[in-house]
């Protein structure tokens, strides 16, 4: 091997270490950098451990700047939106560390990449129950090849595919699923986002989505049953959500908050200082990694990937 081979190589050695040490990084909240798991898998043995005592253990995984929630109830398995599309497929990783065959529900908020980014993969991998998505007007912008090729991946796998309708109500085993909105159609992809509030006994959660301020003041003024102890913050704690009045209306204990390192400034200090007015306890996935709750519908009890490293 001449000297030119030996260089070359060294410099291909250099740029995959680079790619690899910024894999294992991510910032906290004041953007300084913190060593982190490649894969939210890691820790899964402890949380698989917690979920022998519950019959309901709802996580929502630290996907980076994108939305993936994985719930298990009884036998049951229901994902709502699949991260955003990688390298490394996350969220596939975590199912399969699970030995999940079968998702009997399958919730797509809305066609944003950061949302359903892995969904094409994941009908094509597993069994796929009931798969609930917003219909969204053609004339509404959305991530074109990402949706495509989830619409292709459903049709040839002949997935049943139910649009979401408010008022619409699934009930698995004890839990409760209702569709609150979107309430109607809007001019913006983001509050054409699928809500979804997720019940059992005395415990509740509400999924936003990337659902913004047109379609909270529609969810307030619809008269629903916002309350919900845990609220998966819309559009990754951004400016554009969760306003005031909408927190008074759910009243969570906990926000939990989808976010990585990105060129927003997300979550938005203003939506922060909002869930503080109300001494809502902020979870936040790019500090805490996986964050988990777990509860036999009287009372939760959650942990982190952090807490548990």
């Known amino acids: 091997m001449n000297n030119k081979?030996?260089?070359?190589?060294?410099?291909?050695?250099?740029?995959?270490?680079?790619?690899?040490?910024?894999?294992?990084?991510?910032?906290?909240?004041?953007?300084?950098?913190?060593?982190?798991?490649?894969?939210?898998?890691?820790n899964l043995s402890s949380f698989s451990e917690k979920e022998k005592d519950y019959n309901m253990g709802v996580?929502?995984?630290?996907?980076?700047?994108?939305?993936?929630?994985?719930?298990?109830?009884?036998?049951?398995?229901?994902?709502?939106?699949?991260?955003?599309k990688e390298?490394?497929?996350?969220?596939?990783?975590?199912?399969?560390r699970r030995g999940i065959r079968k998702l009997d529900l399958v919730i797509a908020t809305h066609p944003h990449r950061?949302?359903?980014?892995?969904?094409?993969?994941?009908?094509?991998?597993?069994e796929i129950g009931c798969f609930i998505m917003s219909k969204v007007p053609d004339k509404v912008p959305k991530d074109s090849e990402t949706y495509d090729k989830m619409m292709v991946s459903l049709k040839r796998k002949n997935v049943n595919i139910r649009y979401a309708k408010p008022g619409e109500r699934i009930k698995i085993l004890d839990l409760t699923v209702d569709i609150l909105g979107p309430c109607r159609t809007y001019e913006k992809l983001n509050d054409n986002s699928v809500v979804a509030k997720l019940t059992y006994g005395e415990?509740?959660?509400?999924?936003?989505?990337?659902?913004?301020?047109n379609s909270e003041k529609d969810l307030i003024e619809s008269k629903k049953d916002l309350k919900?102890?845990?609220?998966?913050?819309?559009?990754h704690g951004s400016k554009t959500s969760t306003t005031v009045k909408f927190i008074e209306k759910v009243r969570p204990k906990y926000a939990v908050i989808s976010s990585g390192p990105n060129k927003f400034g997300l979550p938005s200090r203003k939506t922060i200082?909002?869930?503080?007015?109300?001494?809502?306890n902020v979870l936040?996935?790019?500090?805490?990694?996986?964050?988990?709750?777990?509860?036999?519908?009287?009372?939760?009890?959650f942990i982190s990937q952090k807490s548990v490293a």
């Open 203 to 213: 415990d509740s959660f509400l999924f936003m989505g990337d659902a913004e301020k």
């Open 5 to 42: 081979s030996i260089k070359r190589l060294s410099f291909l050695g250099i740029v995959l270490g680079i790619f690899l040490i910024s894999s294992f990084i991510s910032y906290n909240e004041n953007g300084n950098a913190i060593w982190t798991k490649i894969f939210s898998t890691v």
């Open 59 to 84: 996580h929502f995984l630290s996907v980076g700047k994108a939305d993936c929630s994985y719930i298990k109830f009884g036998n049951a398995n229901i994902l709502i939106d699949s991260g955003d």
């Open 273 to 280: 200082d909002n869930l503080n007015k109300f001494m809502v």
């Open 114 to 126: 950061d949302h359903i980014g892995q969904m094409s993969d994941i009908i094509d991998r597993f």
């Open 228 to 235: 919900a102890e845990v609220l998966k913050v819309g559009h």
């Open 284 to 301: 936040r996935t790019d500090v805490m990694g996986d964050i988990s709750f777990f509860t036999n519908g009287n009372g939760l009890e």
């Open 87 to 96: 390298i490394f497929p996350t969220t596939i990783k975590y199912l399969n």
